[in-house]
């Protein structure tokens, strides 16, 4: 069976769900400080009448101001940015496995300093490496699973790595019910080294990414890597030299079609084709090509492509998604109160991976552009009646309002940025086109985390008539300039925008 008309190959499953265990590791470190706020910083006597006083070597509590808390909670997107702008550098130098490893390396360290935090600048410090981690995750995970995947199975494999960053924030809003007093939320935090050094003991059974060795000009082992995802008794002949065509800009049928079908002669007429200097893509006989720089990435062919990925995930952040996530607690609990409050934000967390959920199936079913327009308009409509709820004091409509703006974001603004880029970018653009999208991502989430306890403070939840306006304005954008991507090959996607397949490696 010819590989491209292939669904979801065993192999290429496992691959994924412990790739996308980086994602479960994102998800927590996102989820973690919500739900044990009051007793981190000892408010409404969660700490006693002496809350920052030394129990076992630790304090129990710190004081931090609204606009310090702001900053220690989004910290982790600093750390995030500096992950997103080096990730594409060390994905391509290093490959994505070992980048994944190095990311494990940064999660483990993280955890283990907020767990044992002294001062409000350790605890902000163990934000920020935890937020590196996330960061580089952010630029491998997604690759990693969009160049692994099969046409058809692509969207559900993209789907992943949203999924599990909503289990990851449902699992740290749970464990914090029971650890959300002082000294437990220590252990809250420690926990999110576990996922890391299970996901590095397990790495070795994970395969390279094929479109990384092809870019690397090693052929016959990302054929045989091809191979082993798609399952022996597949015919990976045709997609492996579409493959190498995209990547190295050759036509390698017309050049020496050995080399697509080497697998069925044997290794030897492989290797024979790969050592022949006649037969090897001209632009990669002085060695292999190197993927482009952000600088370069923005005056070539695929600047536009970029583009729309790069704002796709603006909008994913702008819509105003984390301010919910990192302060429901807060928030709701002006409405509500503390107490409840907190059984509503796990509520709103066991929405989020629902609505996750529905949108693996739906996202192969509708396609990524249909499910971006009904996930953006929904967002605007409920930011809408989440301040008229509020202002005409009808609790109900809050919580409605709540539960819709969860809904809507998951079903499609949620997974789908995390996907987009590679579908519409070849390998040598893709790296620095994540690095930048990624470093956008957790740049606006940075900003939104900091300035979303003091826009409380002043608007209440007028707030959310700010996300209103930006998500109707993401909604046009979608209609007029995102292509649908869905069970389409890249260079179809190109062809339809005009960007030609790259030529030179200069």
Same mark, same amino acid.
């Given at each position: 069976?010819?590989?491209?008309? +292939?669904? =979801?190959? @065993?192999?290429?499953?496992? $691959? ?8 479960? %590791? ?16 000892? !408010? ?13 070597? =630790? ?27 080096? @990730? ?14 190095? $990311?494990? #390396? ?9 767990? /044992? ?56 809003? /749970? ?37 990384? !060795?092809? %870019? ?31 990547? +190295? ?38 060695? &292999? ?21 790069? +704002? ?38 066991? $929405?989020?991976?629902? &609505?996750?959920?529905? &949108? ?27 301040? #008229? ?29 995390? +996907?987009?880029?590679?579908?519409? !970018? ?16 957790? @740049? ?6 900091? #300035? ?14 700010? =996300? ?39």
């Amino acid at each position: 069976m010819d590989s491209r008309e +292939l669904g =979801f190959p @065993g192999y290429m499953v496992y $691959c994924g769900l412990l790739a996308a265990m980086t994602s479960l %590791s994102i998800g927590y470190v996102i989820g973690s400080p919500n739900v044990p706020e009051t007793a981190i910083r000892g !408010l409404d006597g969660a700490c006693g009448p002496d809350p920052y006083t030394i129990q076992g070597g =630790f304090p129990n509590c710190f004081e931090f101001s609204d606009l310090l808390w702001g900053f220690a909670v989004g910290s982790f997107c600093l750390g995030a940015l500096a992950g997103g702008l080096t @990730g594409g550098t060390v994905q391509s130098n290093f490959g994505r496995r070992k980048t994944m490893f190095i $990311c494990n #390396i940064f999660f483990f360290i993280g955890s283990l300093l907020l767990g /044992l935090t002294y001062h409000q600048a350790q605890f902000i410090v163990g934000r920020v490496i935890v937020g590196y981690a996330c960061g580089l995750g952010g630029v491998v995970a997604p690759t990693y699973l969009g160049e692994i995947s099969t046409i058809k199975g692509r969207g559900t494999m993209g789907t992943i790595f949203q999924l599990l960053i909503v289990v990851g924030i449902l699992i740290s809003n /749970l464990i914090g019910l029971g650890l959300s007093t002082p000294p437990k939320w220590r252990i809250l935090f420690a926990i999110n080294a576990i996922p890391p050094l299970i996901q590095t003991f397990l790495l070795p059974s994970l395969t390279e990414s094929p479109r990384w !060795l092809v %870019s690397k000009n090693r052929l016959q082992e990302a054929r045989d890597v091809l191979q082993k995802l798609r399952g022996q008794g597949s015919n990976v002949e045709h997609e492996f030299k579409d493959m190498v065509q995209l990547i +190295l800009g050759q036509n390698i049928e017309a050049e020496d079609t050995r080399v697509a079908t080497a697998g069925a002669q044997g290794d030897s007429a492989f290797e024979e084709a790969k050592g022949d200097p006649e037969a090897t893509p001209a632009s990669n006989r002085n060695g &292999s090509p190197q993927n482009y720089s952000i600088i370069r990435l923005f005056t070539s062919e695929c600047r536009g492509l970029a583009i729309i990925g790069i +704002l796709i995930h603006f909008f994913q952040q702008a819509s105003g998604i984390n301010g919910l996530i990192y302060y429901s607690t807060s928030f709701l609990g002006d409405v509500f109160g503390t107490g409840n409050s907190k059984y509503i934000t796990v509520g709103v967390s066991c $929405c989020n991976l629902l &609505s996750t959920i529905a &949108s693996v199936y739906l996202i192969d079913k509708t396609g990524r552009r249909t499910l971006l327009l009904v996930s953006l308009g929904g967002l605007t409509i409920s930011c809408i009646l989440l301040v #008229i709820g509020a202002y005409a004091d009808i609790g109900v409509l809050v919580v409605v309002s709540v539960f819709l703006y969860t809904a809507t974001f998951a079903i499609g603004l949620g997974p789908i940025p995390w +996907l987009l880029l590679s579908e519409l !970018l070849p390998t040598y653009a893709l790296s620095p086109a994540s690095a930048v999208a990624t470093s956008v991502n957790w @740049g606006t989430n940075f900003v939104i985390s900091l #300035i979303f306890p003091s826009l409380n403070k002043a608007l209440g939840s007028g707030t959310f008539i700010l =996300f209103a306006a930006i998500c109707g304005v993401g909604t046009v954008y979608v209609w007029f300039f995102v292509p649908e991507t869905r069970a389409r090959p890249i260079e179809d996607i190109m062809a339809e925008k005009g960007v030609a397949p790259r030529t030179d490696y200069m």
